[in-house]
């Protein structure tokens, strides 16, 4: 499977801003998808995940304001963010796996990996 990220942007705080990652492969369906971003100085950490039959998960930090979504037929998955702040400027990077009984939420969980989308969320 190969990602391709896309959408990020500069946006002020309060505004909205959707990222999407085009995969290819006839898997996709299959696999498990997330989203991760990682911030100038900081670890990469787990934003949301959604699997093969769409239930998702959420990091705490964009429980309430981020929606993940997939489309199969088009092999993609988006990020939908809203009301954004400061404190949410980084890369945005996608990441597929083949499914499993759990949440996928560290990135050693994850086999394949987009190339990152910089959001920057002005104050």
């Known amino acids: 499977v190969q990602l391709q990220a896309s959408g990020g942007g500069l946006v002020q705080a309060g505004g909205s801003l959707r990222v999407s990652c085009a995969a290819s492969g006839r898997t996709f369906g299959n696999f498990d998808m997330a989203w991760f971003r990682q911030a100038p100085g900081k670890e990469r950490g787990f934003v949301a995940t959604?699997?093969?039959?769409?239930?998702?998960y959420y990091a705490g930090s964009g429980k309430g304001r981020f929606t993940i979504s997939r489309n199969n037929a088009k092999n993609t998955v988006y990020l939908q963010m809203n009301s954004l702040k400061p404190e949410d400027t980084a890369v945005y990077y996608c990441?597929?796996?083949?499914?499993?009984?759990?949440?996928?939420?560290?990135?050693?969980?994850?086999?394949?990996w987009g190339q990152g989308t910089q959001v920057t969320v002005s104050s």
């Open positions: 959604i699997n093969w039959s769409g239930g998702t």
């Open positions: 990441a597929a796996d083949p499914p499993s009984r759990f949440w996928q939420v560290l990135t050693s969980d994850y086999s394949y």
